[in-house]
C-alpha cells in the first residue's frame, strides 16, 4: 500500500475552445502532484492558472486528457468517494438550517435522522458553532457560514481533504480565525490535505509543504519547498519568525516572474 493519500501523475488537461470549437487550450500539462497521508500541502500560482482544474481532477470531477491519479495506491475511477471537498464558495443550501445542511451527507449516506442529528451538532459545536444549529445560511455571518461548510466536509470523516481558497472572501481576522480551526482540526487526526490558495502566507502559514504552479497556459510546478516550521502553528504569529520571512523570500522569489505573467495575460485578453 503506497504511503500516499493522493497522487497526480503526468496529468494533462486539455479543453475546446469557448469561441472556437476547432481550437483547443491546455489548462494543465505534464504536472505530478503527490500527497502523503496526514500531510498538508498548499498550491499556489497566479490567478487563473489552473489552481481548481487539479483539484477538481483529484476529486474526480474532471477526468484528465491524460495521466493517471491514484488514491492511497489505487487508480481513481469515477468521483473520489474517500476525498472532501471544501469549495471556494459554500455549497449550503438556502432552505436547510446549518444543521441540515451539515445532516445531508450522512443522511445521504444513510445514517438515521436521530445519529445524523447528533454528529452534526457534535461538528458544529467542534467549529464553534454550538447554538446555532437552528439558523440558516442568510442569518449567519461569511464566517459562520465558512464554519458550516467546514463541518459539512469534516462530519463525513473523509481520509483526503481539498480546500479550493475557501477563505479567500473573509475578513482578515476571520480568515486567520479560519485559518487556526483548520490547522487545530486537521492536527487532531492528521487527514491528507490539498490546499489551494493564492495567498503565500497562508500557504506557508499552514502548509507542510508549498507548491508553485506556473502561469498558464500549460501550468506545471516549477518549484516545491518544506515547511520545517514548528507545530502547533498560530497563523499571526507564525509570520514573525524569522525562518517564516526567510521562506517567503525564497518562494517569491519563484513566484513572482509568474504573477506578473498571469497579469500581463489578464490585461491582453482584457483588451
Known sequence: MSDHALELLDIR???????????????????????REGEF?????????GKSTLLNVAAGLLTPSSGAVKVFGRPLEGINARAGYMFQSEALMPWRSARDNVMLGLQYRGMPDADARAQAEQWLSRVG???????????????????????????LDPDIILMDEPFSALDIQTRQLMENEVLALWADKRKAVLFITHDL?????????????????????????????????DVAEIRNDARFVALHTQIWSVLRDEVLKGYAQQLRQAA
Do not use: N, W
Open 13 to 35: 488537461c486539455t479543453f475546446r475552445s469557448k469561441d472556437d470549437r476547432d481550437a483547443r487550450y491546455t489548462a494543465v500539462a505534464d504536472t505530478t502532484l503527490r500527497v
Open 41 to 49: 500541502v498548499s498550491v499556489v500560482g497566479p490567478t487563473g492558472c
Open 129 to 155: 458553532l454550538s447554538g446555532f444549529g437552528g439558523r440558516y445560511p442568510h442569518q449567519l455571518s461569511g464566517g459562520m457560514r465558512k464554519r458550516t461548510a467546514l463541518a459539512q466536509v469534516l462530519a
Open 201 to 233: 502566507d497562508e500557504a506557508i502559514a499552514m502548509s507542510d509543504r508549498v507548491v508553485v504552479l506556473s502561469a498558464g497556459p500549460a501550468t506545471h510546478p516549477i518549484g516545491e519547498f518544506e515547511i520545517d516550521l514548528p507545530r502547533p502553528r
